[in-house]
Structure formats: structure tokens, C-alpha cells
């Protein structure tokens, strides 16, 4: 049972949904300082944001589970395992703090504080990514809770490091980050007008997960508790 009350929760949502987007945002500006090589440029964002998440959820985890995430905090609540209105309230801390995390990442780098992107990431290949992206980082988290529970900071560190070399999109999987990348105009951002495709591709891949893996772990549950 949780420990830490709501309020610490909270903050420590948005705590860990700003510093996983300044790693993000921060970590492509200076990608793109240091080389014009698109490649090495996906490179130099990917590690700081595998890594990041690794100290992210072992710090924070113990805290408030380490969501940083609308669609996993929507998956725990459609497990019954967060209320609804604690939910809600998640759903907004780790929305304000990515928006905070660009915030802090621009100030860094001496960049206007919110510079709405222009880099358009749309169309069906970008939003199928979006939601194999968002599958595989909920098996993974749900999995990982089930048989490794003090391996997932490093599960999902390295998920995330090789979804960004294996979906088109770069694998966002979070709408708080996708948010919060559309307030900066560098490497890893986002047209406005292309959220709802990536959102609605996160929420339905994170669903289609959390199903997989109900019925999936499901059936180990009750082979567990049949007499010998």
C-alpha cells in the first residue's frame, strides 16, 4: 500500500514528467548544436532519455509508481488500482510539469520559453508507430510488474532506447510528452495540429496492451491458485 499522500504523489508526477521532458527536449537541442547528422542527432536524444527513465522511476517510483504518463495512469485506473479522481488529478500534474519540463529545457539553451513546433509528424505509418509504441511500453511495464518488479526502471529505459529506433515516430507513447513537445520548436518536437492523431494512437495502443496482458497474466493467476 502507497505511503505517500496525495499531494507528494502529485508532485512527484510532475516532477518526474518535467525532468523526462527537459532530458528529452534539452538532449535534442543539443543534438542538434553539436551535429547536422540526423542520425547521430536521434542517437545523442535517445540515450539521455533511456537513461533519464531508468533514475526516474527508481527514485520516484516508490512515491507515486512513476506514471509520468496519461495512458499508464489511465491503464491503472481502468485496473482499479488508482481512483478515478486520482486519475484525473495525475493526468494534470504530469501534463503541467512536461509542459514545465520544455520550459526549463528552453531556458537552458537561451530559446524563447514556449516556441509552438513545426516539425509535422502526421499520417498513418506515424500513428500506427504511435500505438505499437505505446502497446509495447504497457506489456512491458505490466510484465515487468508481474515477474521482474525491481527490474522495471531498466525494463522500460531500454524499451523506450529501442522503440526509438523501431517505430517511425521515435516512439513518443505519452500524451503528457507529446504536449509538452509540441511547445518547442527543435529536434524532438511536434506540430500542435498533430497531437490528436499521436494521442488517440497512444490511448488506444496502451489499451490494447493492458488488454493482452489482463488475459495473459490472467490465466498464470489461475493456474497459480488451482490445488495441486
Same mark, same amino acid.
Request: charged residues 10%; aromatic residues 8%.
Given at each position: 500500500?502507497?505511503?505517500?499522500? %496525495? ?8 516532477? @518526474?514528467?518535467?525532468?523526462? *521532458?527537459? &532530458?528529452? *527536449? @534539452? ?5 542538434? &548544436?553539436?551535429?547536422?547528422? *540526423? ?11 533511456? $537513461? ?23 491503464? =491503472?485506473? !481502468? ?9 484525473? %488529478? ?10 514545465? !519540463? ?6 537552458? =539553451? /537561451? ?12 499520417? #498513418?505509418?506515424?500513428?500506427? $508507430?504511435?500505438?505499437?509504441? /505505446?502497446?509495447?511500453?504497457? &506489456? ?16 522500460? #529505459? ?8 523501431? &517505430? $517511425?515516430?521515435?516512439? =513518443? ?13 527543435? =529536434?524532438? !518536437?511536434?506540430?500542435? *495540429? ?10 488506444? !495502443? ?11 497474466? @490472467? ?10
Amino acid at each position: 500500500m502507497n505511503t505517500f499522500d %496525495l499531494p507528494r504523489r502529485l508532485a512527484a508526477e510532475a516532477l @518526474g514528467t518535467g525532468i523526462l *521532458v527537459a &532530458t528529452v *527536449v @534539452g538532449s535534442g537541442i543539443m543534438a542538434e &548544436t553539436l551535429t547536422k547528422d *540526423v542520425a547521430l542527432a536521434l542517437l545523442c536524444n535517445t540515450l539521455p532519455t533511456g $537513461a533519464i527513465l531508468v533514475v526516474l522511476i527508481t527514485v520516484l517510483g516508490p512515491i507515486s509508481g512513476a506514471h509520468f504518463n496519461p495512458a499508464v495512469t489511465l491503464v =491503472f485506473a !481502468g485496473k482499479r488500482e488508482l481512483h478515478l479522481n486520482e486519475a484525473a %488529478l495525475y493526468i494534470i500534474a504530469q501534463i503541467a510539469g512536461g509542459a514545465i !519540463g520544455t520550459v526549463v529545457a528552453h531556458l537552458m =539553451f /537561451a530559446h524563447p520559453l514556449i516556441d509552438l513546433s513545426m516539425k509535422a509528424r502526421t499520417g #498513418g505509418a506515424q500513428w500506427f $508507430a504511435e500505438a505499437v509504441a /505505446a502497446f509495447g511500453l504497457i &506489456t512491458t511495464i505490466l510484465a515487468g510488474i508481474r515477474f521482474q518488479r525491481v527490474a522495471v526502471p531498466w525494463l522500460v #529505459g531500454l524499451y523506450i532506447t529501442a522503440a526509438y529506433w523501431f &517505430t $517511425a515516430s521515435t516512439s =513518443f507513447a505519452n500524451p503528457a510528452v507529446a504536449i509538452a513537445r509540441s511547445l518547442t520548436n527543435s =529536434f524532438s !518536437g511536434i506540430r500542435p *495540429v498533430d497531437l490528436p492523431g499521436f494521442i488517440l494512437a497512444e490511448l488506444c !495502443g496502451a489499451i490494447a496492451g493492458m488488454l493482452l496482458m489482463n488475459w495473459l497474466l @490472467g490465466r498464470a493467476d489461475m493456474r497459480e491458485r488451482m490445488p495441486a
